[in-house]
């Protein structure tokens, strides 16, 4: 069997039994991430305590018996190493940098308006009700992409609506459609920043702006508070880790009250370590949003004078301002989702430093002299750059209420002293002063900024750099010390002290992420399982290339001089043309077709015409009415004067005059 396949099984075991942890987690309410799974497997396999070893084989029974005691560490409110765990896991597994922040963020924007962006590249602008249709579309793209304003909000979407249409009226879409595809996604990218600018340009002159955030009075407010509460988490966690310390030096206990003492103490110190961080991260952002906010005041002043000068506003000068503010905008988004992100996380990481409670620093104990100077630093240090980060918000500083000015009264010691490590000749060692040493303040110390000589003693305690003392460099990794004397031992004894240490992180599983192991324990510590044995030897093939000189074939070389010429008029003939394209088979369902054909003509058919017959009308004419009476009367004919249809016509004055 080859080694692949050795490993690839063991891998499968590996993940069988994170997915068995995470199931009986699950049964017992619990809810656990492969990730945290996963670590706690390593660190129950690394303990010594637990009776497994990395190098040797795995039974069914040791299976389940490592998916059992995952299980019941993880399910353990009361253990302090699995809140520190969990808390690692935590930050780990949420915390992000600004820049990922903000590519996840333009991700998200394009992927919200991915399918209305299709629509709109592909409209028609062929009809009144086509193009209206498109209008309100891109109305529509506008306000969900700038992520300002609710797209129900009547007033928002009449504001966006009349922003669009002094840059893009509707009487010229025929124009937008007549780009490509790619034209118009420009074009549409341009638009959206556009009409974002005018929208906020219009919240400043005081004349519109619904649904405009005000970033300028939300987002100092929302730092300021951050940075508060990072300084003050950094102030308590670090005098309660001092304590802990203390009394771990203090000795007199018994072993599980000093594992317990060992555990508050990395929870304490770790819980410190991501506050830095946060407070690190916050001063970044209240810097940048410094120089945002600058940017933005500039602008808007400079647009202002521009519009209130001129009766017409020259667009090539003042839409690339228009787009700047969009961009200002985007950036004081991502900035707002940093906050919170980090404000979030500040918080699920308070809530698992609860358990420091379970222990109690007994009374009267006084902290070493040392150690209270080192805090002194560490705590003036926050906040004077705390102070800074204020100022750049644009508060006064004179009230701030401090934390680490205090601590230094109460030590007695000047910030200006030094004392320097004793120098001697020590091989593949370099000696950092703080004094001589370029960027000094900003070399960052190995194992967390803890004395690397206190961690590796067999019970490990977590005791502060003092930087004043120096520093040193071996192997390409910078460790401090917390006195002198500290240094001098870790100098004499520079492997050993190191093997140390990582005994101890087996011990104590937590201090592989605090003391920043990982690369210690990235190889070698994953179980092999019983049912296959690591070969000695391995089959496998090689192959030979026939010839090593790289070939020059042109395969496309055409010799026929006559399909030369049919290609040179083919390409001479494509040059002549408008447009280009490729033709392929399924192209015809992409492109428009349309057929012209002639309206039918207006036909008629004639089946029948009218006929009719005329009859004579009947005229009578009754004669001898007048004339004498008595004997001499005539008597009275009927005489017919009825005509025959196309007979002669009779003059009946005539006759009447003949008779």
Avoid at 54 to 61: I, V
Avoid at 316 to 328: G, K, R
Avoid at 521 to 539: C, D, E, H, L
Wanted: proline letters at 3%; hydrophobic letters at 35%.
């Amino acid at each position: 069997m080859e080694e692949g396949a050795v490993s690839g099984k063991a891998a499968l075991v590996i993940k069988g039994i994170i997915r068995e942890i995470i199931a009986q987690c699950a049964e017992l309410q619990v809810v656990v991430s492969e990730e945290l799974a996963a670590f706690m497997v390593k660190s129950v396999v690394l303990d010594p305590s637990s009776g497994f070893k990395s190098d040797s084989e795995m039974t069914m029974d040791d299976v389940a018996s490592l998916v059992q005691q995952c299980t019941n560490l993880l399910t353990d409110d009361e253990r302090i190493s699995t809140a520190t765990i969990k808390m690692q896991n935590k930050f780990a597994s949420n915390y992000t940098t600004f820049d990922i922040v903000k590519k996840n963020f333009l991700a998200m924007r394009n992927m919200r308006v991915k399918e209305l962006e299709a629509e709109i590249v592909e409209a028609r602008t062929g009809t009144r009700e086509e193009c209206e249709l498109l209008y309100r579309k891109m109305v529509s793209y506008a306000l969900v992409s700038s992520d300002i304003g609710s797209p129900t909000d009547i007033q928002v979407v009449r504001e966006t609506t009349a922003a669009l249409e002094s840059v893009l009226p509707m009487s010229e879409l025929s124009l937008f459609g007549t780009n490509s595809i790619t034209q118009k996604r420009k074009k549409l990218l341009d638009l959206r920043s556009i009409v974002t600018g005018i929208r906020m340009f219009n919240k400043y002159c005081g004349k519109g702006g619904a649904g405009v955030p005000s970033y300028d009075q939300e987002l100092p407010v929302s730092l300021k508070e951050l940075l508060s509460q990072s300084l003050k988490t950094c102030d308590t966690q670090l005098q309660a880790a001092s304590g802990y310390i203390q009394t771990l030096v203090n000795g007199n206990q018994d072993d599980e009250t000093e594992k317990q003492l060992v555990a508050v103490s990395c929870n304490a110190r770790q819980c410190f370590t991501y506050a830095s961080t946060t407070h690190s991260d916050t001063r970044n952002l209240a810097s940048s949003f410094a120089d945002l906010m600058s940017k933005h005041n500039s602008i808007l002043t400079s647009l202002r004078k521009i519009v209130e000068s001129r009766a017409a506003v020259p667009t090539d000068v003042v839409y690339p301002m228009f787009m700047d503010l969009s961009e200002l905008l985007d950036e004081a988004q991502v900035i707002a989702l940093c906050c919170s992100s980090l404000k979030h996380l500040s918080d699920d990481i308070l809530d698992l430093t609860k358990c420091q409670s379970k222990i109690s620093v007994p009374d009267g104990t006084t902290i070493d002299t040392d150690t209270l100077a080192v805090n002194r630093i560490i705590l003036a240090n926050l906040e004077e750059r705390t102070k800074e980060a204020f100022k750049l918000l644009g508060d006064d500083t004179e009230s701030f209420p401090g934390v680490g000015h205090q601590a230094m009264k109460d030590t007695g010691i000047l910030p200006s002293e030094e004392v320097k490590l004793a120098q001697g000749t020590f091989g593949g060692v370099d000696l950092l002063l703080p004094s001589v040493t370029q960027g000094y303040e900003d070399l960052d110390v190995h194992h967390g900024g803890l004395c690397v000589t206190s961690v590796c003693k067999e019970t490990p305690i977590l005791l502060p750099v003092d930087r004043r003392i120096g520093l040193v460099k071996y192997n390409g990794l910078v460790f401090g010390f917390a006195n002198v004397n500290a240094g001098i031992e870790f100098l004499k004894n520079l492997d050993s002290t190191l093997d140390k240490i990582v005994e101890n992180a087996k011990k104590y599983s937590e201090l592989i992420e605090l003391l920043q192991l990982h690369e210690e324990f990235s190889i070698g510590t994953q179980p092999r399982y019983n049912s296959a044995t690591a070969p000695i030897k391995v089959n496998c093939e090689i192959q030979t290339d026939t010839h090593f000189v790289e070939s020059n074939i042109v395969k496309d070389y055409e010799s026929n001089e006559w399909e030369l010429r049919r290609k040179a008029i083919q390409l001479a003939n494509i040059r002549k043309k408008a447009t280009h394209s490729v033709q392929t088979d399924l192209s015809n369902f992409k492109r428009d077709n349309a057929t012209q054909v002639y309206k039918p003509k207006t036909n008629g058919t004639q089946t029948r015409r009218d006929a009719g017959t005329n009859v004579p009308k009947p005229v009578t004419y009754i004669k001898g009415l007048r004339g004498p009476r008595g004997p001499k009367a005539v008597k009275a004919e009927k005489v017919d004067l009825t005509l025959e249809i196309g007979g002669v016509q009779l003059e009946i004055n005539s006759l009447l005059g003949a008779n």
